[in-house]
């Protein structure tokens, strides 16, 4: 919940999907983000969703709308939406945490 009001806290979500099964399975993915964040005293305004492979445009999308708005919670699936690599993970996780000082949660967490 935000602090000041009874209004949960606002969110934004992002996902990966790649493949014909990942496009399929993105909209399953956004409901559960819903509801995750419901769960968690947060409100999930949109979801990135990015669909090509070796692209960052709906991260950066992203990290607009983060920068624009001020909201500082980010809902993944899990943490294979951020990269397939150990490496790429921890850079756009650090991205998010440190230059933005936003939660990511993950679902696969809870």
Do not use: C, W
């Not at 949960?8 to 983000?33: C, I, K, N, T, V």
């Not at 943490?79 to 991205?95: E, K, P, T, Y």
């Amino acid at each position: 919940m935000n602090e000041t009001t009874d209004q949960p806290a606002p969110a934004y979500g992002y996902l990966r999907a790649f493949s014909a099964a990942g496009h399929r399975e993105a909209p399953a993915l956004e409901q559960d983000m819903k509801r995750f964040a419901h769960e968690h005293g947060l409100r999930l305004i949109a979801v990135q969703r990015e669909f090509a492979y070796g692209k960052l445009d709906a991260f950066t999308a992203l990290v607009d709308t983060l920068r624009r708005t001020g909201v500082r919670d980010v809902l993944v699936p899990s943490l294979d939406h951020l990269g397939q690599s150990g490496a790429l993970q921890r850079v756009l996780l650090s991205r998010l945490e440190s230059s933005l000082h936003a939660t990511v949660h993950t679902l696969d967490a809870s």
